[in-house]
């Protein structure tokens, strides 16, 4: 009759023991997991990008905290133009001067005439809205921090102070991380970008 504690089944065991003991130590840190492990930014291609000349909102219109619409919104954004977000979409509002003529501007992922995805944004000064660091360029689009997709000119004016920033290339190594990018709303496209400290 075979031996049942074996000095392999022993060593297996406690192998499995040691590990158990590393990812609880590892997970028992005062950060969660959550904190440790940061999730990939969405891809998201802005299909519209528009300033906002009027908002109607059904009664108790809100984006719940997972993201989604309860009741609808039209947005009116030109005019002959409606853009409804329906219930259930995906979405955030950073303006809080939704209610006033040309203050915020309409970002969307659009199927078709449906909006898929949306962020509703502050307009800063000459009808632009600024947006987070960009860290790629592919295909005639800007790929920023946060995985949104916009596109771009041939130029992208770089704005560093006395800095020499001969290629945008260059700018993302040594200023790209916490730099400002501004958005033309006539354009729809990524047209400047303001430094971050130099890495």
């Not at 969660?32 to 108790?60: C, K, N, T």
């Not at 560093?160 to 991380?177: A, H, K, V």
Request: glycine share 8%; proline share 5%.
């Amino acid at each position: 009759m075979r031996q049942i504690l074996s000095w392999r089944f022993l060593a297996a065991v406690t192998a499995l023991v040691g590990l158990a003991l590393v990812a609880a130590a590892l997970l028992a840190d005062s950060d969660s997991l959550e904190d440790a492990v940061e999730p990939d930014a969405i891809a998201r291609r802005m299909d519209i990008i528009e300033p906002i000349f009027a908002a109607d909102q059904s009664a108790g219109f809100r984006v719940g905290r997972d993201g989604v619409t309860h009741g609808f919104m039209d947005l009116i954004v030109d005019s002959e133009r409606v853009v409804r977000i329906a219930p259930g979409t995906l979405g955030e509002i950073a303006c809080e001067e939704l209610d006033q003529i040309n203050k915020c501007a309409l970002f969307a992922d659009m199927l078709g005439d449906a909006v898929v995805w949306f962020a509703i944004l502050p307009q800063a000064p000459r009808a632009t809205v600024e947006l987070p660091e960009i860290v790629d360029l592919e295909d005639g689009y800007a790929v920023f921090k946060n995985g949104w997709e916009v596109l771009y000119p041939p130029v992208i004016e770089r704005s560093c102070g006395s800095e020499d920033i001969p290629t945008f290339t260059d700018f993302l190594r040594r200023f790209g991380p916490g730099s400002i990018s501004t958005v033309d709303l006539e354009t729809r496209q990524v047209v400047s970008v303001r430094c971050g400290e130099e890495t």
